[in-house]
Structures are given as structure tokens and as C-alpha cells.
């Protein structure tokens, strides 16, 4: 530890460490734009800008190590001015449009400038006007409300590994862009949401459903049913000020129920049902000499990766369609049947985490002769939105349980939303399959966390597996590239596509803070220990579904109804 | 067209990205422009994404995008023209054509550029287009002289 001197107070520091990460330690606020957690800073914006005795210049704070005996002034009227004209340089171009735009009222340069009093518009420059692209299935890109800090690109760069975005032109043209500023739809895009995430003002979206649903919801004719993913009743009350790490499970269905939704299934049932397939399709490829390690396939923005980047590893991915899909599938195929109504009545919603969800919902696989699987992906974002315009109050609110048949889950269902869940689950399952009796110990330690590629070897009767967890596709590149050199020891690979899973995924309450995060994620870890069914294999609503409709897992029902198949994707601007 | 640039990158073997805006050039020259098709090729070669190579090239006005059209008018945006109206003669030749400076339009008959200044200030605001020299442009002028070339076009058209 070192000693420095903030705004004339004493204040210990790590040694090597940046002033900023010094200051926030010591609870001292200096605004940042550029700046993202855990990547390289790139000192590229100055919002973060600090005087320090004997340097003439600012520093900025986020890109200058600290320095035994440094003294520095954070807020002085010098380094406030300097900032100030920053965010009045900022807001020269900025179209002004904040009542119409979706991130009013959390926008990070509209709370900027109300931090710096700004009330007047000082700098007018020419609002450079840059048409909408619209041409995602997932995401809305505004370039008119771009501030340039970078942080779109760089997150697509180096925590997804994906680059479809960079920064084009020069000076005062210059815009974050798509390979020759084509359309998102044909770039390499995976959908994943997470510049969204980054995004400080409206300048990145989801593309919204929030209106297709509610004509629904307002049309006699149609049942409207609604699923959620695993992790939204651990992150829906977020949006409402809620702190994060409060799952509102009962509360949820009651509000959809009061939106009036027919019918609330949760997507954790067909979370469990995924691994009765999945884990059986594992247990075969070990068997049978099947392609391995097998990968899953619950992520589609992993999906599209892989179609597009390494199409040599389309036959690892399960052939398991994604929980949403299943549930989808079943809906209007099972669920139709079984209550008289014809599909096509049927308006099937679903609350993901995700905005890639978005993208697979209207895959060409998802849809058989004009029927869809699932009609409307919303984020939690959205379906926040609703549930505020239709004047719901969540407090006053008693919890409901969701519907039969689909309405019962395992704690393994529900850990699907965090990163290693899928890994945790199915091998609690896989090892029934294999030993015929359930583990001792369920709790698989080793693949949980936030760490962003996580490893366990296991022996499983008397044969050693490995098993490898990771998120953020840059990870997924590094293990494939390793495998590709031909690692061997490892037999199944879990990847989500957002760093941390579905609790961090695009569609979530904005925020990057890590902290939330974890939360989030201890909360499901702790509806795991508290609740008493543990194993996908012991949901007894899953075993009614085999018993009266699928008959037996990867049967010829299952093949039908929950597999499909990817292929090469040629078209895309890699 | 030639869009074969394998001649080109077997020039820079083990290729690094400082090579990038050296093959750039190159490969422009020899088809006339960037294609997508050339990019992406380029990208699979240095291992660098499209975005990022649309990115390095759109930093510098020397690249283009798209096929040049069979007329290349050329705004002069010097001090003198530009103290003599060039903008407005810029813009109305972009609401003519419907590009901007850059492109080529649909039709490919006109591509656009902005050059800093064709040293015939005392013709200004000036433009050229094929090399012929307009001068004292108005935004009056621009659709006839625009039409003028489409006549010619179409007759050459006719004869072919
Ligand atoms: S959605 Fe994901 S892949 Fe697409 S641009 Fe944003 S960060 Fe990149
Ligand atoms: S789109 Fe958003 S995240 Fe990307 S550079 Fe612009 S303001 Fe920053
Ligand atoms: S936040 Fe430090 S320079 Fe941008």
C-alpha cells in the first residue's frame, strides 16, 4: 500500500493500480465515459480528467497509475470546467430528443448533464443526421445519438470476440459502423446485446415487441401465453429500484396474470426438459463414439458464432433446441392440442434475458408450415415497460404459482440462468443416467462463479470426463482454439454467450456493475440450497410430459418437436 | 472487372497489420475501388474483421467503395472556391445526383469527389468532370451540365 493525497486528505493506494481505481476505493466519484471495468483503459474521452501537483496537463485518472505521495485534486474548479466542456462539446450534436427516446431518464449523458448543472445548449453544432438500422431481428442502432466513447466496439471486440462494429471515417464524420455501413442483419453480428449493456445513451436498443404484444393481449380471439427465462424473477424488480439479488418468482406470474396473459409457464420447467434431452443425447454421443466434446446449444448468439466462425464445429453443438424454443414447440403443438384450440390462436410470449432470443424466435428453423414456436421475444427491459404502462403495482401484488402443465421446475432448471448452471444441471442428471443413482453431493463448486472459463474432471461410474464452463465468446474462442489443437480431455462444453450467463445477458436491467451481477447470481444459488428438488429428472411435471405425450427422451416425438439441426451461415461480413 | 487480387497479397508473405494500408492501396488500384468481395478477402488474409478494415479505410479520403461511374466529376472545395460558393455548388451536386462525395450513383454514370483545390482558383467555384474544367459553377448550372453528360451517355449507349 502507498500513500496519496485526495482533495487534501489522506488516502491509501494499491501499488501499479490506476488514481481512478484508487479514488472509487475511497468512495470519491469522478464521472467516466470511456472507461470500462476490466478492459485496457484507452484514455480516449478525458471525462475522468484530475488535477495532479507538479503535472501541467489534467491526468486523466482512469489511464495514470498512482505514484507514492501523489496529490490530487479531484474536483477542483479547473478539472469541473474542464469536464463541464466536455459534456457541453458533447451535447453540441446531440439530437435533444429525450422525450422520445427509450433511455430517458437513464441515459448517462442525460444525468451527466444535470451532475454539471448544465442548463443551456452553449456549443450548437450541426446535428449530423444518420438513418436508423433497423435491419436487426434483435438490436436498434441510432447513430444521431452516438457519443463516440467506444464502448460498443470495444465490448464487441474483446469480451465477445466478434468485431462487428468499428469505428469509420474521421473528425467530425466519424461514426461507429458495420462493415461498409450495411445493415447489422448482414454483418457478424451475433445479436448478443452486450454493446446495448454498455451503451451510456440511446444510441443502442433492443428492437421492441412491446406493442405487438399488447395488440394481443387487447384481441379477443387469441389465448396469449407468456413464459419467463430463469433468470427474470431475480432481475424484474431491479428495474422497479429494487437492490439487486431479489427474486419476485410469485409476484412475477401474478403481475402477467393481471396483464392479462392466459396462461404463465416457466421456462425453468423446459430448462429441465432440455437437460432430460440433453443430457441423454451426452450420454449417447459417449456411448455411440458421437461427436464430441458436445457443446450446448441454449445460446443463440453462440449459435450464430459458431454458424459463422467456426462452422467446422457445427456436429459438437447438442441438437437440443433452446428452452424457449421447447416450451415454444410444445405450446403449440402439446398444449393446442390437449385444450381444444387451434395454434394458430395461440399467441405465445416470452420474457427473456436475451435480446438474441429475439434473433432465434424467428429463425427459419423455429417455424413449421407458418407456425412459430414462440411469437414475441420481450427483454426484461421491456416487459418492465408494460408492466409500468399498464399501471401495475408490484407491491400490492399476493404471489401466484405459474400454470400446468409447464409450470413446475427443479432448482437445476432455475440454474440455468447463470453461467455453469447448464453444466451444473446436466450433470446431475447425466450422472443418474449413467450410475442410476442421484450424486451425494449435487453442488458442483467447481463451475460456479463469474470466472469466465472454468474446468472440472470428474469420474462418472468408472470412466474420467472433463467438463469445461465458459462465457463471453471471447473465451469460447480461446477453448476452441485450444481444442482445434487437439485438446481431448474435455467431453462437454457449456457456453453463454454473455459474460456471467443469462443474469448479465443483453435484454437485463441496464447496468455492467459486477456487483449486481453476483447477486444476482448468489440468489439463485441460494433457491438451489433452500429448495428440495434438485435433479431435471425429479420434476414430476417432466416426467408426466414423457409418460403421457413424448415417451421417452430423443424419442421420435422429442426429435420432432425438441431438435433441430444448424447449418454454415455463407452470407455474413465477417 | 479483375477482382483476382491473390497477385497482390502473395507480395506481402507473414502480413502484419501495418501491411494493411499498403495492400489497401494496391488492391484499389488495380480494381479501382475497394469491393466487398476484395475486403473480405484482405480480412481473411491479415485475420483483421471487415468492420475494422472499413474502419482504417474510411479514416482517409483516398478510398473508395464503390465501382467509379464512367463520369468522375470532381468539386474543388479550395479556400478561394470555397469563398466562392462551393458548398452550396457541393450540395446541390449531391441533391442532383443523389450520392455523396464518395459514391457512385445507381446507374453508375457519375461517381462524386471533393478534392482540397484543382489549382484553377481563378475559375472558381470550379469542377471538373473527366478532367473538363466548369467554370464559375452555379447551382443553376449543375442540372444542365449534369444532363449534358446523361445525353452523351445515352448516345453512346444508342451506338453500342
Ligand atoms: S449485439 Fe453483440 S455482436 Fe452485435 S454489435 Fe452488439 S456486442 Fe457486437
Ligand atoms: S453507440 Fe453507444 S456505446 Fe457505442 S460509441 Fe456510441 S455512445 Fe458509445
Ligand atoms: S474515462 Fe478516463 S479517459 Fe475516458
Same mark, same amino acid.
Given at each position: 500500500?502507498?500513500?496519496?493525497?485526495?482533495?487534501? $486528505?489522506?488516502?491509501?493506494?494499491?501499488?501499479?493500480?490506476?488514481? /481512478?481505481?484508487?479514488? %472509487?476505493?475511497?468512495?470519491?466519484?469522478?464521472?467516466?465515459? +470511456?472507461?470500462?471495468?476490466?478492459?485496457?483503459?484507452?484514455?480516449?474521452?478525458?471525462? +475522468?480528467?484530475?488535477?495532479?501537483?507538479?503535472?501541467?496537463?489534467?491526468?486523466?485518472?482512469?489511464?495514470?497509475?498512482?505514484?507514492?505521495?501523489?496529490?490530487?485534486k479531484?474536483?477542483?474548479p479547473?478539472?469541473?470546467?474542464?469536464?463541464?466542456?466536455?459534456?457541453?462539446?458533447?451535447?453540441?450534436?446531440?439530437?435533444?430528443? +429525450?422525450?422520445?427516446?427509450?433511455r430517458?431518464?437513464?441515459c448517462?449523458?442525460?444525468?451527466?448533464?444535470?451532475? !454539471?448543472?448544465?442548463?443551456?445548449?452553449?456549443?450548437?453544432g450541426?446535428?449530423?443526421?444518420?438513418?436508423?438500422?433497423?435491419? @436487426?431481428?434483435?438490436?436498434?442502432?441510432?447513430?444521431?445519438?452516438?457519443?463516440?466513447?467506444?464502448?460498443?466496439?470495444?465490448?464487441c471486440?474483446?469480451?465477445?470476440?466478434?468485431? #462487428?462494429?468499428?469505428?469509420?471515417?474521421?473528425?467530425?464524420?466519424?461514426?461507429?459502423?458495420? #462493415?461498409?455501413?450495411e445493415?447489422?442483419n448482414?454483418?457478424?453480428?451475433? %445479436?448478443?446485446?452486450?454493446?446495448?449493456?454498455?451503451?451510456?445513451?440511446?444510441?443502442?436498443?433492443?428492437? @421492441?415487441?412491446?406493442?405487438?404484444?399488447?395488440?394481443?393481449?387487447?384481441?379477443?380471439?387469441?389465448?396469449?401465453?407468456?413464459?419467463?427465462?430463469?433468470?427474470?424473477?431475480?432481475?424484474?424488480?431491479?428495474?422497479?429500484?429494487?437492490?439487486?439479488?431479489?427474486?419476485?418468482?410469485?409476484?412475477?406470474?401474478?403481475? !402477467?396474470?393481471? /396483464?392479462?396473459?392466459?396462461?404463465?409457464?416457466?421456462?425453468?420447467?423446459?430448462?429441465?426438459l432440455?437437460?432430460?434431452?440433453?443430457?441423454?443425447?451426452?450420454?449417447?454421443?459417449?456411448?455411440?463414439?458421437? $461427436?464430441?466434446?458436445?457443446?450446448?446449444?441454449?445460446?443463440?448468439?453462440?449459435?450464430?458464432?459458431?454458424?459463422?466462425?467456426?462452422?467446422? !464445429?457445427?456436429?459438437?453443438?447438442?441438437?437440443?433446441?433452446?428452452?424457449?424454443?421447447?416450451?415454444?414447440?410444445?405450446?403449440?403443438?402439446?398444449?393446442?392440442?390437449?385444450?381444444?384450440?387451434?395454434?394458430?390462436?395461440?399467441?405465445?410470449?416470452?420474457?427473456?434475458?436475451?435480446?438474441?432470443? $429475439?434473433?432465434?424466435?424467428?429463425?427459419?428453423?423455429?417455424?413449421?408450415?407458418n407456425?412459430?414456436?414462440?411469437?414475441?421475444?420481450?427483454?426484461?427491459?421491456?416487459?418492465?415497460?408494460?408492466?409500468?404502462?399498464?399501471?401495475?403495482? /408490484?407491491?400490492?401484488?399476493e404471489p401466484?404459482?405459474?400454470?400446468?402443465?409447464?409450470?413446475?421446475?427443479?432448482?437445476?432448471?432455475?440454474?440455468?440462468?447463470?453461467?455453469? *448452471?447448464?453444466?451444473?444441471?446436466?450433470?446431475?442428471?447425466?450422472?443418474?443416467?449413467?450410475?442410476?443413482s442421484?450424486?451425494?453431493?449435487?453442488?458442483i463448486?467447481?463451475?460456479?462463479?463469474?470466472?469466465?472459463?472454468?474446468e472440472?474432471?470428474?469420474?462418472? *461410474?468408472?470412466?474420467?470426463?472433463?467438463f469445461?464452463?465458459?462465457?463471453?465468446?471471447?473465451?469460447?474462442?480461446?477453448?476452441?482454439?485450444?481444442?482445434?489443437?487437439?485438446?481431448?480431455?474435455?467431453?462437454?462444453?457449456?457456453?453463454?454467450?454473455?459474460?456471467? *450467463?443469462?443474469?448479465a445477458?443483453?435484454?437485463?436491467?441496464?447496468?455492467?456493475?459486477?456487483?449486481?451481477?453476483?447477486?444476482?447470481?448468489?440468489?439463485?444459488?441460494?433457491?438451489?440450497?433452500d429448495?428440495?428438488?434438485?435433479f431435471?429428472?425429479?420434476?414430476?411435471?417432466?416426467q408426466?410430459?414423457?409418460?403421457?405425450?413424448?415417451?421417452?427422451?430423443?424419442?421420435?416425438?422429442?426429435?420432432? /418437436?425438441?431438435?433441430?439441426?444448424?447449418?454454415k451461415?455463407?452470407?455474413?461480413?465477417? | 472487372?479483375?477482382?483476382d487480387?491473390?497477385h497482390?497479397?502473395?507480395?506481402?508473405?507473414?502480413?502484419?497489420?501495418?501491411?494493411?494500408?499498403?495492400?489497401?492501396?494496391?488492391?484499389?488500384?488495380?480494381?479501382?475501388?475497394l469491393?466487398?468481395?476484395?475486403?473480405?478477402?484482405?480480412?481473411?488474409?491479415l485475420?483483421?474483421?471487415?468492420?475494422?478494415?472499413?474502419?482504417?479505410?474510411? =479514416?482517409?479520403?483516398q =478510398?473508395? =467503395?464503390?465501382?467509379?461511374?464512367?463520369?468522375?466529376?470532381?468539386?474543388?472545395?479550395?479556400?478561394?472556391?470555397?469563398?466562392?460558393?462551393?458548398?452550396?455548388?457541393?450540395?446541390?451536386?449531391?441533391?442532383e445526383?443523389?450520392?455523396?462525395?464518395?459514391?457512385?450513383?445507381?446507374?453508375?454514370?457519375?461517381?462524386?469527389?471533393?478534392? &482540397?483545390?484543382?489549382?484553377?482558383?481563378?475559375?472558381?467555384?470550379?469542377?471538373?468532370?473527366?478532367?473538363? =474544367?466548369?467554370?464559375?459553377?452555379?447551382?443553376?448550372?449543375?442540372?444542365?451540365?449534369?444532363?449534358?453528360?446523361?445525353?452523351? &451517355?445515352?448516345?453512346?449507349?444508342?451506338?453500342?
Amino acid at each position: 500500500m502507498i500513500q496519496i493525497e485526495v482533495n487534501n $486528505k489522506p488516502v491509501q493506494a494499491r501499488e501499479g493500480e490506476m488514481i /481512478l481505481s484508487a479514488l %472509487n476505493r475511497a468512495g470519491i466519484r469522478v464521472p467516466t465515459l +470511456c472507461f470500462m471495468e476490466n478492459l485496457f483503459p484507452s484514455g480516449a474521452c478525458r471525462m +475522468c480528467v484530475v488535477e495532479v501537483e507538479g503535472q501541467r496537463n489534467l491526468i486523466p485518472s482512469c489511464a495514470f497509475p498512482v505514484a507514492d505521495g501523489m496529490k490530487i485534486k479531484t474536483h477542483s474548479p479547473r478539472v469541473v470546467k474542464a469536464r463541464k466542456t466536455i459534456i457541453e462539446l458533447l451535447l453540441a450534436n446531440h439530437p435533444n430528443d +429525450c422525450l422520445y427516446c427509450s433511455r430517458s431518464g437513464n441515459c448517462e449523458l442525460q444525468n451527466l448533464s444535470e451532475e !454539471f448543472g448544465i442548463t443551456q445548449h452553449r456549443f450548437k453544432g450541426t446535428t449530423a443526421v444518420y438513418p436508423l438500422d433497423t435491419s @436487426s431481428l434483435s438490436i436498434v442502432r441510432d447513430p444521431s445519438k452516438c457519443i463516440l466513447c467506444g464502448r460498443c466496439v470495444r465490448v464487441c471486440e474483446e469480451v465477445q470476440g466478434v468485431s #462487428a462494429i468499428d469505428f469509420a471515417g474521421r473528425g467530425s464524420t466519424s461514426s461507429v459502423e458495420t #462493415a461498409f455501413g450495411e445493415g447489422l442483419n448482414v454483418s457478424s453480428c451475433i %445479436n448478443c446485446g452486450q454493446c446495448i449493456m454498455v451503451c451510456p445513451t440511446g444510441a443502442l436498443t433492443e428492437r @421492441s415487441r412491446i406493442n405487438d404484444v399488447l395488440d394481443a393481449l387487447d384481441d379477443p380471439e387469441k389465448v396469449v401465453v407468456v413464459q419467463h427465462a430463469p433468470s427474470i424473477s431475480v432481475t424484474l424488480a431491479e428495474e422497479f429500484g429494487t437492490k439487486p439479488g431479489k427474486d419476485i418468482a410469485g409476484i412475477m406470474v401474478a403481475a !402477467f396474470r393481471q /396483464l392479462g396473459f392466459d396462461r404463465v409457464f416457466d421456462t425453468s420447467f423446459s430448462a429441465d426438459l432440455t437437460i432430460m434431452e440433453e443430457a441423454s443425447e451426452l450420454v449417447q454421443r459417449i456411448t455411440n463414439g458421437g $461427436k464430441l466434446p458436445m457443446m450446448t446449444s441454449c445460446s443463440p448468439g453462440w449459435i450464430k458464432y459458431v454458424e459463422q466462425f467456426y462452422p467446422d !464445429f457445427i456436429d459438437n453443438i447438442s441438437s437440443c433446441k433452446s428452452p424457449q424454443q421447447m416450451l415454444g414447440a410444445l405450446i403449440k403443438h402439446f398444449f393446442a392440442q390437449r385444450e381444444g384450440i387451434s395454434p394458430d390462436k395461440i399467441y405465445s410470449v416470452s420474457v427473456m434475458p436475451c435480446t438474441a432470443k $429475439k434473433f432465434e424466435g424467428d429463425r427459419p428453423e423455429m417455424i413449421h408450415d407458418n407456425v412459430a414456436d414462440v411469437d414475441a421475444v420481450l427483454t426484461t427491459r421491456e416487459m418492465a415497460k408494460i408492466l409500468r404502462m399498464r399501471g401495475i403495482d /408490484l407491491n400490492s401484488l399476493e404471489p401466484d404459482t405459474a400454470d400446468s402443465p409447464f409450470g413446475m421446475r427443479s432448482t437445476a432448471g432455475k440454474l440455468f440462468g447463470a453461467t455453469g *448452471g447448464v453444466m451444473e444441471a446436466a450433470l446431475r442428471t447425466a450422472y443418474y443416467l449413467i450410475t442410476g443413482s442421484d450424486m451425494d453431493d449435487y453442488k458442483i463448486q467447481d463451475v460456479r462463479g463469474l470466472k469466465g472459463h472454468k474446468e472440472v474432471h470428474l469420474t462418472i *461410474g468408472d470412466t474420467e470426463f472433463g467438463f469445461a464452463v465458459v462465457s463471453g465468446l471471447d473465451n469460447a474462442r480461446q477453448l476452441l482454439e485450444e481444442i482445434r489443437m487437439g485438446r481431448s480431455d474435455i467431453h462437454f462444453i457449456e457456453v453463454m454467450t454473455c459474460p456471467g *450467463g443469462c443474469i448479465a445477458g443483453g435484454g437485463q436491467p441496464h447496468s455492467t456493475d459486477i456487483k449486481a451481477i453476483r447477486q444476482r447470481m448468489q440468489k439463485l444459488y441460494s433457491i438451489d440450497r433452500d429448495e428440495r428438488v434438485h435433479f431435471s429428472h425429479k420434476n414430476t411435471e417432466v416426467q408426466r410430459l414423457y409418460d403421457e405425450f413424448l415417451g421417452k427422451p430423443l424419442g421420435e416425438k422429442s426429435h420432432h /418437436l425438441l431438435h433441430t439441426k444448424y447449418v454454415k451461415r455463407e452470407e455474413v461480413l465477417l | 472487372m479483375n477482382t483476382d487480387i491473390q497477385h497482390i497479397l502473395t507480395k506481402y508473405p507473414n502480413a502484419q497489420r501495418d501491411d494493411l494500408i499498403p495492400i489497401l492501396q494496391e488492391v484499389q488500384e488495380f480494381i479501382g475501388f475497394l469491393s466487398r468481395e476484395a475486403v473480405v478477402i484482405i480480412g481473411k488474409y491479415l485475420k483483421l474483421p471487415t468492420s475494422k478494415i472499413y474502419g482504417v479505410a474510411t =479514416f482517409y479520403n483516398q =478510398f473508395r =467503395f464503390q465501382a467509379p461511374g464512367l463520369y468522375t466529376i470532381q468539386v474543388c472545395r479550395g479556400t478561394a472556391c470555397h469563398v466562392k460558393g462551393s458548398l452550396k455548388v457541393l450540395e446541390a451536386m449531391q441533391r442532383e445526383l443523389n450520392i455523396k462525395p464518395g459514391e457512385t450513383t445507381r446507374d453508375g454514370l457519375f461517381s462524386l469527389e471533393v478534392v &482540397a483545390c484543382i489549382g484553377a482558383c481563378g475559375l472558381a467555384p470550379v469542377i471538373s468532370i473527366d478532367g473538363e =474544367f466548369y467554370a464559375g459553377v452555379t447551382q443553376d448550372k449543375i442540372k444542365n451540365i449534369i444532363d449534358s453528360y446523361r445525353r452523351k &451517355a445515352e448516345k453512346i449507349e444508342a451506338n453500342a
